[in-house]
C-alpha cells in the first residue's frame, strides 16, 4: 500500500467513523427525545387523571348535597366534641362505633355546639366515603382525598384521628381552600395551589381541587393532594437514560427533580431560577428535536393543564463520549484492518523482494545465473521437443578492467548496468538475458532464424560502440564482443561452451566482433 492509498484509506476511516459517530448520536437524542416525550405523557396523564378524579368526586358531592336535606342522619349523629375543646370528630367517641381502619374521618372546629346546624351537609359529605376510597385506592400516589367546607370542617380519606390532627380556623387561610372561594375563584375552576409542607406529616404536596357550588351556594372545596416524592419517584423510574429532569409551577417552585440539584432535600422548596440559568429557562417548548444551549440539549414542554412545565436537559459531553465510546471499537477495527491490509502488502512486496533477490542480478535487475538456467532449461526442452533451433549468445564487455582502472568502479558499475538498457531497447519481451558475473552476459533466444541472430547482434554491436555515456565531467565508450551458437546439441551446458568459445574467438579476433558458430 502506497502512501497515498494508505492516506486515502486513514481518511475514509476517519469520515465512516465520523459518519457512524453522528449516526449514534442521532439516534442517542432521538431514543432520549421519545424518552422524554414518554415522561411528559405519563406526568400529562398522571395531573389529567388527577383532574378527572376531582371532577368525579365533585359530581358526586354535587349530587350528594342536593339530596342532603332527605338523607337519613347516620354516621353524622357520632360526630362528638372532644373533650372541652371547639373540636369536634367522627372519632371524638372513641371509635366505640365505627372502625378505625379504612374508614373517613370528620374533623371540625366550632365554640359552641352549632355544628349541629350542619349534620345534613356532614352526612352528605360522609356519604361520599366509598368515592374517595376508590379514588384513593386506584392512585397510589395521593396523599389525601378530602372535602373542605366553609362551616369549618372536613371529610378526608385515608383515616387520620383526631387525637393527631386538630382541626384550626386557620386551615381557611391555606391555598387549598382559598383557592376554592369565591372571591379569588368565581369562575369555579379547577386550581393548582402551591408547594406546601402537608399538616398532618406527609411533607410537601400539591392540591387540585375544585370549589363545590349546589343551587348556586358554595359550600367549599373538593381536594385531593399529591405528595412530590412520587412526583419524583416518577423521573427516576421513566427516565431510561438517567439524564437531569425537572419540574416547575407557575411559582417556579420546582414540584418534582431528577439528577439536576445536588443533596436535594425534600423538605425545602427550591426556586427553579435558583438551579436553572435564565436562557434555558426561556427556551420555548420544543417540537421533534432538542435545542442546543450552553453545552445541553434541551427539551421543554408545558403540560396541558398549563399550570406546570417539564424541563428535560442532556449533557452534551457526556453524549457525545458515549457516541465515541460506541464509535471507538469501529474506528480501532478498521484502523487494525487497515494496519493487517498495510501489513499484507509490506509483506507481500517483501516476499517479492526476497524472490526477486534470488532470480535478479543485485545491480542490473537482470535475471542471474541460477535463474537463467532454471528458465533457460524450459526454453531446452521445449526446443527438443519440436526438434527446433535456439540461438545462444555469450557476450563480454571489452577492456572492462581498463574502464574500472581509468574512471573508478562507480562508472564501471553504469557501464554495466547500461547493458541492460540496450539489450531492452533490442530485444523482444520474451527474450531471455542474464548477468553471469562482473562484466560477462547471456542470452537466449527461440524462434529465430540464423539470419536475423547474426543481423540483430551485429545491430546490438554497433549500439554499443557508439553510445556514449556521460557521468559528471565523464564520457565513456566501450564495445562488446558477442559469441553466438546456433542450434540444438545434447545439452543446455555444451550451447553455452560452445557460445563461450564463440566469444573468446570474438576477443582473440581483435574485440568488437560477433562471431558465429553452428
Known sequence: MD??????????????SMIVFLEFNRAQMKAMYKNANAITSNLDNRLQNTVKDVEFLHLAAVNKMQERKMLPLQNALLIKKIDKKSNYALDGCDGASISLHDKVNLLGYSDSTSYKKYLHEMQAALN???????IYKKNKHYAWVYYFSKHHFTVLFPYVSSKNFDFKLSLEQADFYLLGTPKINPDAKIFFTPLYMDKIGKGLMITIGKPLYCQKEYFGVINIDITLNSLDNTL??????????????????????HNIIKNFD?????????????????????????????????????????????????????????????????????????????????????????????????????????????????FFLKAKRKNSKLAIIMMDID????????????IGDIAIMEVKNIFDENLRHYDLYARFG???????????????????????????????????????????????????????????????????????????????CE
Open 399 to 410: 577492456d572492462f578492467k581498463n574502464i574500472n582502472d581509468t574512471y573508478g568502479h562507480d
Open 236 to 257: 427516576s423510574q421513566l427516565d431510561s437514560f438517567n439524564n437531569c429532569s425537572i419540574v416547575y409551577n407557575k411559582q417556579n417552585q420546582v414540584v418534582a427533580s
Open 266 to 378: 425534600r423538605s425545602k422548596i427550591y426556586k427553579i431560577d435558583k438551579i436553572v440559568p435564565d436562557d434555558i429557562l426561556h427556551v420555548v417548548d420544543t417540537y421533534k428535536n432538542f435545542k442546543y444551549v450552553h453545552s445541553k440539549y434541551i427539551f421543554t414542554k408545558t403540560l396541558s393543564c398549563g399550570n406546570f412545565k417539564f424541563l428535560y436537559t442532556v449533557n452534551a459531553y457526556t453524549l457525545w463520549l458515549k457516541s465515541f465510546i460506541y464509535t471507538l471499537p469501529i474506528f480501532l477495527l478498521m484502523l487494525f484492518s487497515i494496519y493487517l491490509v498495510y501489513a499484507y502488502k509490506k509483506s507481500k512486496k517483501l516476499n517479492h523482494k526476497l524472490q526477486l533477490q534470488n532470480i535478479e542480478d543485485y545491480m542490473t535487475g537482470m535475471y542471474n545465473r541460477r535463474y537463467f538456467f532454471k528458465v533457460a532449461e524450459a
Open 128 to 134: 361520599l366515603e366509598a368515592y374517595m376510597k376508590l
Open 438 to 516: 562482473g562484466e560477462e552476459f547471456c542470452l537466449l533466444l527461440d524462434d529465430i532464424s540464423k539470419e536475423d541472430v547474426i543481423k540483430l547482434f551485429e545491430k546490438m554491436r554497433k549500439k554499443f560502440e557508439n553510445n556514449i555515456i556521460k557521468k559528471g565531467s565523464v564520457e565513456l565508450k566501450y564495445t562488446v564482443s558477442f559469441g553466438i551458437y546456433y542450434g540444438l546439441l545434447d545439452s543446455l551446458e555444451s550451447m553455452i561452451k560452445e557460445a563461450d568459445e564463440a566469444v573468446y574467438k570474438s576477443k582473440t579476433a581483435g574485440k568488437n566482433r560477433v562471431t558465429f
Open 3 to 16: 502512501n497515498k492509498k494508505f492516506v486515502v484509506a486513514i481518511f475514509l476511516t476517519i469520515l465512516v
